[in-house]
């Protein structure tokens, strides 16, 4: 059964030596610190707190594995957070390169940006990594029911058109009123099929 239900955490890791051995498809979650990917996640799975939410920025970080029956969702430590020190950005860098040049399964990444502002220079740069390796992803707009109806729509248009224009797929999400989800799943369980 492909379903999103029995989410159970697996293990964390902290250096790229240490991830496990890949038995599954794996769906990544990729953003900056505090863009909602813990929410989005705990969505998914229809759990309140599988992952953890609004922990303090800038915590030790690490990639952490949660098993679904069809797939494994990885959630890769948020980056762009200021008071970071350059040891920990080399740190950050190591472990998520790490991640993606050890030839694992990963089907699809849903990289994450804050409906409210545009995309960031980090934003930018793990789009742009992506596109370099080759790997699937799709971005998804967090905190859609944070703009009112009119700028709602007004930046649903400029981020259709800026994706679009470069051939990635898009999608509004929020967390707080389900806005994406099936939609987001349905491309998750697409992705685990192929
Ligand atoms: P993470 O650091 O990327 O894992 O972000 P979190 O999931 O911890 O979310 C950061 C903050 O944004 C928390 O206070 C969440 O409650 C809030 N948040 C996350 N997603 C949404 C959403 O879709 N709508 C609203 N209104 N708030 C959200």
Redesign the pocket.
């Known amino acids: 059964m492909m379903n999103f239900q029995n989410a159970a955490f697996e293990f964390a890791v902290g250096t790229s030596s240490g991830l496990p051995l890949c038995s599954l498809p794996e769906i990544v979650f990729s ?13 998914l799975v229809g759990r309140k707190s599988l ?5 303090s ?1 800038g915590k030790t970080a690490t990639i952490n594995f949660y098993r679904l029956g069809f797939c494994r969702f990885v ?1 890769l430590p ?1 980056y762009g957070y200021a008071r970071v020190s350059k040891a920990d950005k080399t740190r950050w860098a190591e472990l998520v390169q790490g991640y993606f040049e050890a030839g694992r399964d990963a089907r699809l990444v849903v990289q ?1 940006v804050d409906m409210r502002r545009p995309p960031t220079e980090d934003d930018w740069g793990m789009i742009g990594y992506l596109q370099q390796k080759e790997i699937p992803f799709l971005v998804a707009a ?5 703009l009112n109806v009119t700028e709602r729509a007004s930046q649903n248009v400029c981020l259709t058109d800026l994706f679009s224009r470069r051939n990635i797929p898009y999608v509004a ?5 389900g806005e994406g989800v099936e939609h987001l799943r349905s491309v998750i369980l697409a992705s685990c099929r192929e």
Not at 173 to 177: E, G, H, I, L, M
């Open positions: 953003g900056r610190s505090n863009v909602g990917k813990s929410s989005m996640i705990n969505r992952a953890r939410t609004s922990s920025p959630d948020g994450i967090s905190k859609s029911d944070k999400f929020s967390a707080r009123n």
